[in-house]
C-alpha cells in the first residue's frame, strides 16, 4: 500500500537503538570517558546538575582507587585525549594529573604502561598527585603487570556503580550504562546459560569465578588455526625435565606438559600419558580420562584428556559446586601422577 494516505507501518518487538552497540572501539570508550569528566568542571554544574554530581563521582572514585582524597575545591577540569598517546590525561586545579589507560578487552603492551608514567613524572607534577588508572571494561585474567606498575585496575563493576547513582536522563549516559549492563549480564549469564548454549563471554565468566574459587590461575584466548579457543591453566608443577599442568580448552579438560629440549619430548609424552592415565583409573575418581585423538610433539603437548568434566543439573545448566569438585579430582590426579613419578623419568 502507497501514496500519500498510507497508513504508517508497526514496529513491534523492536530493541531501542543503542550507539555503543556499534561505537565499540577503545576510541569510542576514550571519548565516553573524556565527555563525563568534562561534566567534572564547576563551571558546568548549573548546565546539568546530574551529570556534574556523575562527572565528580567518577574523579572521587578514581582518586579514591588509588588511596587518594578527591580536592574539596576544585577549580578546574582540564581533559585531554591522546596527549603524548596517552588515552585519557584529566587534570585538576592544574596540580593533579589523573592519568587513564582505557581497554576494552585488550591488555597491556610494548611497555606502554612505565612510558606514560615516565611521561607524566617528567611534566613536574608532584609524584603524590599522579592517579595511575588503568580501566577494563572487558575482563582479563591477571593484572599483575599493572599493579606492579602502579596502576590501578579501574573495572567494569566499578564504572557501572558511578554510572547506576545517575538519576538523569542524558541519553548518552544512558545508552553507555545499558551497554557496560549487558556485557556484565552476559558474562555473569554462566549459570543461567545452557552450557552447549556458552558463548566467549559465558566462558569468561566462568573463568573469573573459577579464578576465585581455587584461588589460582590464569586464563585468556588462545589462537590457533582451528579458530581459537578461551582458556584456563593452572596446577603447575616443574621438575628438571618438564612442567606439568591442567588446562581447559571450553568443552576439554587436558592434562599438559612443557618441554624445552627436543630430544626429551617423545619419551616424556609417553611417560606422562602412561602415569596420569594410570593414577586416573583408581576407584575413587569420577573423572573419565582418556587418550587425546593424536599426539602432539611441540614445546607444549596434551598427554591426556576429559571431555566429562562440566556438570549440569536437568536444565542442562551448570551445576558450579560439583563441577568445582570435578576439577579438584583433575588436580589431585595430576599431583598423585607426580608423587608416584618422582625420580622415575629417566632421560638417557
Not at 571519548?31 to 563521582?57: M, Q, R, T, V
Not at 556458552?198 to 566462568?206: K, L, P, V, Y
Request: proline share 2%.
Amino acid at each position: 500500500m502507497s501514496g500519500k494516505n498510507a497508513a504508517p507501518l508497526e514496529i513491534k518487538n523492536m530493541t531501542i537503538p543503542n550507539i555503543f552497540r556499534f561505537a565499540t572501539s577503545e576510541l569510542s570508550q576514550d571519548a565516553f570517558i573524556c565527555w563525563l569528566l568534562c561534566w567534572a568542571d564547576p563551571a558546568l554544574k548549573n548546565e546539568n546538575a546530574e551529570l556534574h554530581n556523575c562527572g565528580l563521582s567518577l574523579l572521587d572514585a578514581l582518586f579514591h582507587k588509588q588511596g587518594k582524597t578527591l580536592p574539596e575545591t576544585i577549580n578546574s577540569v582540564q581533559v585531554r585525549k591522546q596527549d603524548s598517546n596517552i588515552d585519557v590525561l584529566c587534570i585538576i586545579n592544574g596540580e593533579y594529573a589523573v592519568l587513564i589507560e582505557d581497554k576494552v578487552g585488550t591488555k597491556q603492551h610494548s611497555n606502554q604502561l612505565e612510558r606514560y608514567k615516565y611521561e607524566i613524572a617528567n611534566r613536574h607534577y608532584d609524584s603524590n598527585n599522579i592517579i595511575l588508572i588503568y580501566l577494563q571494561t572487558r575482563d582479563q585474567g591477571s593484572y599483575k603487570v599493572v599493579k606492579d606498575n602502579g596502576y590501578t585496575p579501574f573495572l567494569r563493576q566499578d564504572f557501572l556503580t558511578i554510572l547506576n547513582s545517575y538519576l538523569g536522563s542524558n541519553q548518552i549516559l544512558l545508552d553507555y550504562r545499558g551497554h557496560l549492563q549487558g556485557i556484565e549480564n552476559r558474562v555473569k549469564g554462566f549459570l543461567n546459560i545452557d552450557v552447549a548454549q556458552w558463548t566467549g563471554d559465558q566462558w569468561i565468566g566462568f573463568y573469573i569465578r573459577l579464578q576465585e574459587e581455587l584461588g589460582t590461575g590464569d586464563w585468556g584466548y588462545v589462537a590457533n588455526p582451528s579458530g581459537g579457543f578461551f582458556g584456563y591453566w593452572w596446577s603447575a608443577f616443574c621438575d628438571e625435565h618438564s612442567e606439568q599442568y591442567l588446562q581447559l580448552e571450553q568443552n576439554k579438560l587436558c592434562f599438559k606438559i612443557a618441554v624445552n629440549n627436543k630430544e626429551e619430548r617423545r619419551q616424556l609424552r609417553s611417560q606422562w600419558h602412561k602415569q596420569i592415565l594410570s593414577v586416573s583409573k583408581n576407584d575413587s575418581f569420577r573423572l573419565t580420562v582418556t587418550r587425546p585423538s593424536r599426539f602432539g610433539n611441540g614445546q607444549y603437548m596434551t598427554v591426556c584428556i576429559c571431555e566429562d568434566w562440566r556438570i549440569t543439573n536437568s536444565s542442562g545448566l551448570l551445576d558450579f559446586n560439583q563441577t568445582i569438585e570435578r576439577l579438584r579430582e583433575a588436580m589431585k590426579i595430576l599431583k598423585n601422577a607426580i608423587m608416584v613419578a618422582k625420580g622415575s623419568i629417566q632421560i638417557p
